[in-house]
């Protein structure tokens, strides 16, 4: 009987559907049979157009109503031969020339085109892939840059001799050092709760430029290399530089000057004498006089000391008179420190030529260059006028140069005769000639480079003439110029200011053109194939280009040394910073292609990462010159001074020294800690700014990163106890969510001790430290250590204390008062997150406890028809897993589905 009603059941669905089909309009009905429908096909196959068929042509008949013969236009079409398109229309005899030479040009011309043609597209293909490749290598090194990967090792040979003599002791002519330009995880490895946001939380409102330094403030960001390697890599050279850093800061602490060039000078001396070392030495002798700091002893001032930022208010502003005043200032230093190492190198040639010199016992600055001539050009037994004025003036003696000239002004040609005139001339006016003068001798001196092609010229003396007139050298051989020293000089003495360059600018050599000239060189010019990198670096320092200086220094195996080039740059104020922190290339230029902006952040982090965790006290030290760009009221030197904040909380938070760095006072009264007693440094003035700035940052970064035990620590250290309470209600409500969910491990328990909470929670009370927590903190956190008690007994399967500690709690309302639970619900909203996520778990937990209560009493073996006492107890547990289903009804929104589903399972299994 089922059977027949299930298939009549059935009919009248596939009738219904058939009807509801036909109803709709938008099928057509199909009308046609079987027959009909092959009968259709069959006449479809037959129009279809077989292998070998060919097609019916259609195209003619719709064509001829506009009166166009298609067959007519397809035999046209069939009868052109593109083969033959440069092929003569008409064959060529074999006597015309013509035609046949004008068919040759045409068809040459034509494959001409091609060929260039696919020559271009070749070379645009092949000029893309090097382009691609060459931006992509620029982009690549300046991430390895960010990266802290940026050295880029130079070979530097290893040659004996005597390195402080300029010219050779046994050559007749001057030993070029190059040949003269001719031309210009978290740390917990638990499980993902909604109490962790993931690992590598950036630090909150760390500046735009950390992001730029290649190593990310991450969670997991640990210093990896191990201390034995560290102590390696912290060499005695770094040694020797970091006791002269150690003592700049103490001077700076006590506000006293301190000559920082100078004391590195010293610990260069210190580190080694090889061929290297002895460049470095120079060049430190020559920044030196370029910056005037002189009557240096032992790092202290004896007279006329520079002070800390000395030129920074002039090197920043590049315009006015005052610039002007200190790009010559500099630049003058630079040609004094030639001049002083001409003289140094002359005295020593005299010395090892002492026979042919021939000096005397009156050691005059006249008899001095004579004796050099007579030994310099022995071979030829003479001491040309000229060469003596040249050598007196390399000396840097004008005055005595003047007097030579003086001398032999009777055995002047009369073409010189003005030549005495404008030289003195030239020494009033403070080695400058008048406009009209200089317009004068300029106009002479060309006249005398036409006739040079004609007679013979002494271009020593040519060289004194460009020398007066500020006149660059275009004519002169390398012969009168041999090396890189004698062609630095040359174009400091004629450098001029923009300014200054009168209605000749074009023959003038101003301060821009001098220092793109160096750069235009590049390094391979100043040594062979640039495998003396400090050869370049000193032309980039004698041309006043620091910025560039130190960024090609540290891309060399002397990057040590071009960090403390930077430091005493920095000290100075001659040293150019973007404003724009967020820059990753370490050398930054603007649109004049002159001046630059060195990344002196990256260059100390960069350096600082090489040993901070060895010596973490000697890198505060370090970071402190940072805030040297911190001073202004600018909002640029704000943005410096918190990046500067953030690199030492960086510090803090890698190395986790904070009895060393920050100290702890609580613990151990003499304990300051290193940032504490240079804090003047840091730009902060009171222990309560440091607090604000370095240590509730950090213990905000730790709390962030779940690493709660050393965010404590830190709270504590800024007194910040309302901090401290937050961070142990998150250990409590952490360690009751992993328990509640079964995802406990070894670093849980370890970092989120309950014990551990209640220690420091009772400390906190007994000290009378949370005065001024807010109340409901404090309860939260009582609050939350009950319920770890609650999530203690449960997994120890003791459900009548969990019960009776729940019901005493009453945080889950058992009892079936409405009025009451609305104001629990209310209650609810009020506490803090780590209850409120946790309190769906602790009412799944209540409710398991009443069932296996329950249980318990169910099972419990023959229990008598007059147990009334067990029965009461049962009906008393369902009563309550009622009431906890009821209020349900309050928090549903924010009860998760599976939560609701098993409250409601084990409600009814209790039934």
């Not at 931006?135 to 940026?150: R, S």
């Not at 912290?234 to 506000?255: C, D, G, I, P, Q």
């Not at 040394?561 to 990753?584: K, S």
Request: glycine share 4%.
């Amino acid at each position: 009987m089922s059977t027949t009603l299930q298939l009549r059941q059935l009919l009248e669905q596939s009738r219904n559907l058939a009807n509801s089909v036909s109803a709709k309009k938008d099928l057509p009905p199909i009308e046609r049979n079987l027959e009909e429908i092959e009968t259709q096909s069959r006449k479809f196959a037959s129009k279809v157009t077989r292998p070998g068929e060919q097609p019916e042509k259609k195209a003619p008949f719709f064509l001829a109503k506009w009166g166009i013969d298609g067959e007519k236009l397809e035999n046209a079409v069939r009868s052109i031969n593109v083969l033959g398109a440069f092929e003569p229309r008409e064959l060529v005899s074999e006597t015309d020339i013509s035609s046949y030479a004008e068919y040759k040009y045409r068809s040459t011309v034509s494959s001409i085109i091609e060929d260039g043609h696919n020559q271009t597209i070749k070379d645009y293909y092949n000029d893309f892939e090097k382009s691609l490749n060459l931006d992509w290598e620029k982009t690549k090194n300046k991430i390895f840059e960010e990266l802290g990967q940026y050295k880029l090792p130079v070979n530097t040979p290893s040659t004996t001799g005597d390195q402080s003599r300029r010219y050779s002791g046994t050559s007749a002519t001057r030993t070029p050092s190059r040949a003269a330009p001719s031309t210009p995880s978290r740390m917990l490895t638990v499980s993902e709760t909604p109490f962790r946001t993931g690992a590598g939380v950036s630090y909150p409102n760390t500046p735009a430029g950390m992001r730029s330094l290649g190593t990310p403030w991450t969670a997991t960001r640990h210093p990896t290399t191990p201390r034995s390697e560290a102590a390696t890599l912290f060499s005695a050279k770094m040694t020797h530089y970091a006791e002269v850093v150690l003592r700049l800061n103490e001077s700076r602490l006590h506000n006293e000057d301190f000559g920082v060039i100078n004391s590195f000078l010293n610990a260069a001396k210190k580190i080694n004498s090889d061929r290297s070392n002895k460049l470095i030495i120079e060049c430190w002798r020559a920044f030196a006089q370029i910056v005037g700091e002189e009557n240096v002893l032992d790092g202290h001032f004896q007279r006329n000391p520079l002070k800390e930022l000395q030129y920074f208010n002039l090197y920043q502003n590049q315009q006015g008179t005052s610039f002007y005043e200190l790009q010559r200032r500099l630049l003058n230093g630079a040609r004094q420190y030639l001049e002083d190492q001409y003289n140094k190198w002359v005295d020593d040639y005299i010395a090892s030529h002492r026979k042919e010199a021939q000096m005397g016992g009156i050691p005059l600055p006249r008899n001095k260059a004579e004796a050099f001539m007579r030994a310099f050009h022995r071979p030829n037994g003479g001491k040309p006028m000229d060469n003596l004025e040249v050598c007196s003036t390399l000396c840097g003696n004008l005055t005595e140069a003047l007097a030579v000239a003086r001398d032999y002004e009777r055995h002047l040609h009369r073409n010189d005769k003005t030549f005495i005139t404008y030289f003195a001339e030239y020494l009033q006016k403070n080695r400058r000639l008048p406009r009209e003068q200089r317009e004068q001798l300029v106009a002479e001196i060309k006249q005398r480079v036409k006739l040079s092609a004609k007679h013979p010229q002494d271009y020593y003396k040519l060289t004194m003439y460009h020398i007066l007139a500020q006149l660059p050298l275009t004519t002169i051989p390398n012969t009168a110029i041999p090396s890189t020293e004698d062609y630095l000089w040359f174009n400091l003495m004629i450098v001029q200011h923009e300014k200054e360059v009168g209605g000749i600018g074009n023959e003038s050599l101003t301060i821009g053109n001098f220092q793109k000239h160096i750069i235009q060189f590049g390094p391979n010019t100043y040594t062979s194939d640039g495998k003396d990198p400090v050869q370049y670096f000193r032309a980039l320092l004698i041309s006043a280009q620091f910025e560039r200086a130190v960024d090609y220094l540290n891309k060399t195996d002397f990057s040590v040394e071009a960090v403390h080039f930077g430091i005493a740059l920095a000290y100075y104020g001659l040293l150019r910073v973007p404003e724009n922190q967020d820059a990753m290339a370490t050398l930054l230029e603007n649109g004049d292609g002159i001046n630059a902006y060195l990344n002196f952040n990256g260059l100390i982090h960069h350096y600082v990462e090489r040993f901070y965790s060895l010596r973490q006290k000697l890198a505060v030290h370090y970071y402190s010159f940072l805030y040297l760009y911190g001073h202004e009221q600018t909002e640029a030197a704000r943005n410096q001074v918190e990046l500067s904040n953030a690199y030492i909380r960086k510090l803090v938070y890698d190395t986790r020294n904070f009895e060393e760095l920050l100290g702890n006072p609580r613990k151990n009264l003499a304990s300051i800690g290193e940032i504490p007693e240079n804090l003047p440094l840091l730009h902060i003035h009171n222990d309560a700014e440091f607090k604000a700035k370095i240590i509730a940052p950090l213990g905000r970064q730790f709390e962030l990163d779940h690493k709660y035990k050393q965010a404590l620590e830190l709270f504590e250290l800024a007194e910040e106890y309302s901090f401290a309470i937050s961070v142990l209600n998150k250990m409590l409500g952490e360690y009751i969510w992993i328990y509640t969910h079964q995802q406990a491990s070894v670093e849980s328990d370890e970092e989120l001790d309950p014990q551990y909470v209640q220690q420091k929670f009772t400390q906190y009370i007994q000290e009378r430290l949370l005065n001024r927590c807010s109340t409901m903190l404090i309860r939260d956190c009582e609050l939350l250590l009950d319920l770890t008690e609650f999530v203690k007994f449960y997994n120890q399967k003791d459900y009548v204390r969990a019960l009776e500690l729940i019901e005493r709690m009453n945080i889950v309302p058992l009892e079936a008062d409405m009025a009451e639970m609305a104001k629990r619900n209310q209650e609810l909203s009020g506490k803090s997150e780590e209850i409120r996520r946790n309190y769906p778990a602790i009412m799944l937990l209540t409710m398991e406890c009443l069932y296996e209560c329950h249980q318990q009493l169910k099972t419990r073996p023959s229990p008598g028809p007059f147990d009334t006492d067990s029965f009461s107890k049962m009906h008393e547990l369902q009563r309550k897993a009622r009431n906890i289903m009821q209020f349900v009804g309050f928090v549903k929104n924010s009860l998760p589905s599976d939560i609701y589903n098993r409250l409601a399972h084990f409600e009814v299994l209790m039934r």
